[in-house]
């Protein structure tokens, strides 16, 4: 069992940034793959960057490519996404997801889930 806690949601203006955390607490941290996914009102939840057990691959939603980087600190069993260069469209809540060593970009994939931050972006 994982459970995931994600922190770092707010309000930002457009342009601004935002450093999201996702502590988890469980045994074997490093052997899960990573990922942030998020869901606006009214929408679907959609993948926006996964890390995998290692740490070495990485994968971006092309939304997020070029604005926001997702880390891992495995010594702290925790998962970073930094964002930049944020959007009004980037208002959603922002929720952490774990599954065994491979990223994949679909909710059905995950196993464990935290309860979500939520981001807002004002323009």
């Known amino acids: 069992q994982v459970q995931l806690v994600e922190s770092g949601g707010g309000l930002v203006q457009a342009g601004g940034s935002l450093r999201l955390s996702c502590a988890a607490s469980?045994?074997?941290?490093?052997?899960?793959?990573m990922a942030w996914f998020r869901q606006a009102p009214g929408n679907e939840r959609e993948f926006v960057s996964g890390?995998?057990?290692?740490?070495?691959?990485?994968h971006y939603a092309d939304s997020a490519k070029a604005r926001f980087t997702i880390s891992r600190d495995n010594a702290k069993n925790t998962v970073y996404l930094h964002m930049n260069s944020l959007k009004p469209e980037d208002t959603a809540e922002y929720y952490c997801?774990?599954?065994?060593?491979?990223?994949?970009?679909?909710?059905?994939?995950?196993?464990?889930w935290g309860q979500g931050t939520r981001v807002t972006v004002s323009s």
């Open positions: 469980g045994r074997a941290f490093s052997r899960y793959a």
């Open positions: 890390i995998d057990w290692s740490g070495t691959v990485i």
């Open positions: 997801a774990a599954r065994s060593f491979i990223v994949q970009v679909t909710t059905s994939e995950y196993n464990y």
